[in-house]
């Protein structure tokens, strides 16, 4: 390998920067650049798979196939929607277990980039687009699709993708669609203010989505060496959200 990690020494919780170091060069990279951490080959995987121990990706396929055949739907002619695809690890976990037609969206150009370069045929198609400022073709684009599950996994509260493009997509899909997503523990909880929270708390108590599994999980550890908490949320949606509902 022409690079290498270093995570910090003694890190405390907080923590979120590791450095990269190539050629003699030493680099200190936030764990959320990821623009920059998509431009070489491998990296991302290496800190947050690898070192960090990263179980999203799995724990939300293996949850998609098990809700899957509990509602009588074959993987194979299920239509996936991966929100905040990134470098495709969701995708690629889709497509072996049997999922013949995956799209990949993010908002960076960076993470279809590296998703192209290292896991080329992975997806049908990558969009890349803000959806909460989409212009109309890609919107139409989507719901020409037919995707009967949208997956977004460790990409929602905390800044990350607003809950006005998580709506959007939702509303893409077609039928009694599934939604299956990891999520931060905190931004579920009832005093918590993330914008993710009160939109997915409307969306439920609105009847717009019914959650069918609700589970913990370590999503993966922080820079000290902790368990970061994430819950599993799988739920149908059972009608259109409004998209002035947040």
């Known amino acids: 390998m022409p690079w290498t990690v270093e995570l910090p020494e003694g890190a405390s ?9 190539r050629d003699g060069h030493r680099e200190l990279i936030h764990l959320h650049d990821y623009a920059r951490i998509y431009t070489v080959p491998g990296l991302y995987e290496r800190v ?21 055949a509990a509602l009588g739907r074959a993987m194979a002619t299920l239509r996936v929607l991966d929100l905040g695809a990134g470098v ?15 799209v990949g969206l993010d908002n960076l150009a960076e993470a279809r980039d590296a998703c192209l370069r290292d896991r080329p045929g992975v997806y049908e198609d990558y969009l890349v687009a803000d959806l909460e400022r989409a ?20 990409a929602l509260g905390g800044g990350h993708i607003p809950p006005g493009a998580l709506i959007r ?14 999520v931060h523990e905190r931004w579920l909880d009832l005093d918590s203010v993330d914008p993710f929270s009160s939109a997915f708390r409307a969306m439920t108590a609105g009847g ?17 060496g902790d368990p ?17 509902l947040i």
């Open 13 to 21: 919780s907080r923590d979120e920067s590791f450095v990269f170091v």
């Open 48 to 68: 947050v798979q690898d070192l960090l121990q990263c179980r999203s990706p799995t724990v939300a396929v293996d949850g998609t196939i098990t809700a899957a």
């Open 88 to 102: 495709g690890l969701v995708g690629e976990l889709l497509r072996a277990a049997g999922v013949s037609a995956v």
């Open 135 to 154: 212009a109309p073709a890609v919107i139409e684009r989507l719901t020409e699709g037919q995707f009967e599950v949208l997956t977004c996994v460790g």
């Open 169 to 182: 997509a939702l509303n893409t899909l077609t039928g009694e669609a599934m939604l299956v997503m990891t």
């Open 208 to 224: 717009y989505l019914e959650v069918l599994h609700d589970s913990s999980f370590t999503h993966r550890l922080d820079m000290s």
């Open 228 to 244: 970061i908490m994430f819950r599993l949320l799988i739920a149908r949606r059972a009608a259109p959200v409004p998209v002035d």
